[in-house]
DNA sequence: TCTGGGGTCCTAGGACCC
DNA sequence: TCTGGGGTCCTAGGACCC
């Protein structure tokens, strides 16, 4: 597939671009965008469905090449880390390096390269004093190239930029910024009086992702970029949802949904060992709007219990008369059961145990919730 | 062209408590 | 009568990220 218009998405009528290759991005391809669009825009391209399970096993062994050149490993998302090399320059100096740049430069190639053989993936790397610097650089330097943002220039690299790259500006920062007449990080950078009295948090959000004075050690701080979280150790809630390929109006249908989904979002929880003690429903009509409701109950991971109180918010929100886009089933605070005593399981429990069972030896699809289809 | 699915973090108001 | 001050929890919505 090298070389090739290659794009990854939902193939089910109303799915998204999750990921194109660099010859469909040439035609304006962008992840996120409907897939339609992108058949109109790289009608000869290669679609392909998104394959889940696949990608996390790269990440992994990409994530244990990493570790041999330094232990402070930030798992930033499935396929984007940080490095924090700061400490690690003696260890790794060589008599040929002139300076500190100089080893870190050479590590790094040696890195990329490591990558590259031991998994056959391509990297990009940006190097810099802030989170966001190198964020940024790697940025700059795709596809699969090396940026280097030496220390006291980050002000000069970000200026040039469009607001748009800091990250944290999304969509909606970027539009009144633009609408303000800020399109570049320089004029926060370099603030007027008049930009600095009109988005006094965008110029105090842009100098602490770019100066690097009171960057935290990494590990410590409060992450600027959620660290992702491949074992669910540390995860604060997990959710699941469906976009419908038709809406639905029938209620008994929606209501099955609502429990199909329950019992997933359910049966993840037990396979962490966790209880939830927030339960919350997520609803779309078919305009798109979007509602949410949420209620904590005492912890739970039973189906029937998530399922009883979704369906409960459901009717309580459901107040317009519109078909249905999108049902979701989420839970959050999560908690980990104490030591458990031995309490004789309720009948909703002991489905439960049993199901999982079954799950665990042949799959989630193996067996079925009576009233589920 | 017609808008996925999985998350995190932040804000803001109201309830409730001392 | 004309109404504190602070803290925590709950709920809803929204921005943002990949």
Not at 25 to 33: K, N, Y
Not at 94 to 120: F, I, L
Not at 225 to 235: K, L
Not at 248 to 275: F, H, N, T, Y
Request: include cysteine; charge should be positive.
């Amino acid at each position: 597939m090298i070389g090739q218009p290659v794009v990854v998405g939902g193939l089910g009528g109303r799915g998204v671009v999750t990921s194109a290759s660099y010859e469909v991005r040439a035609l304006g391809v962008r992840s996120g965008m409907p897939i339609g669009e992108a058949q109109r825009l790289a009608p000869h391209a290669i679609y392909l469905p998104v394959r889940h399970g696949v990608y996390g096993p790269y990440a992994a062994r990409v994530r244990e090449v990493l570790l041999r050149y330094t232990p402070a490993v930030q798992t930033a998302s499935i396929d984007e880390f940080f490095l924090d090399f700061r400490g690690c320059e003696a260890y790794w100096a060589r008599p040929g390096d002139v300076d500190a740049d100089a080893t870190v430069a050479r590590v790094v190639a040696e890195m990329r390269a490591a990558v590259g053989v031991e998994t056959g993936l391509p990297a990009s790397v940006g190097v810099g004093a802030t989170r966001a610097i190198a964020k940024m650089a790697s940025g700059r330097a795709k596809p699969a190239g090396v940026l280097f943002v030496p220390a006291g220039k980050e002000a000069e690299f970000a200026s040039a930029l469009p607001v748009r790259k800091l990250p944290g500006f999304g969509a909606v920062a970027e539009a009144r910024l633009v609408h303000g007449g800020v399109t570049h990080l320089g004029q926060l950078l370099q603030p007027t009086d008049d930009i600095l009295e009109r988005f006094p948090h965008e110029v105090e959000a842009v100098r602490a992702a770019v100066f690097p004075e009171q960057v935290p050690r990494l590990g410590r701080d409060r992450p600027a970029f959620q660290e992702h979280d491949p074992e669910g150790e540390s995860q604060g809630s997990m959710s699941n949802e469906r976009t419908f390929r038709d809406d639905v109006s029938d209620p008994r249908v929606v209501e099955d949904q609502l429990r199909a989904l329950a019992e997933r979002v359910c049966w993840r929880a037990r396979k962490r060992g966790i209880l939830a003690r927030t339960v919350h429903l997520k609803m779309r009509y078919a305009d798109f709007d979007t509602l949410t409701r949420s209620r904590t109950i005492p912890a739970t991971c039973v189906d029937a219990t998530v399922a009883e109180v979704a369906l409960e918010l459901f009717h309580a929100a459901r107040t317009r008369p519109l078909p249905i886009r999108l049902l979701g089933v989420g839970l959050s605070n999560l908690v980990h059961p104490g030591p458990q005593l031995s309490l004789p399981l309720t009948a909703h429990e002991a489905v439960c145990h049993t199901v999982d069972v079954v799950r665990a030896k042949y799959g989630y699809d193996a067996i079925r919730r009576g009233g589920t289809r």
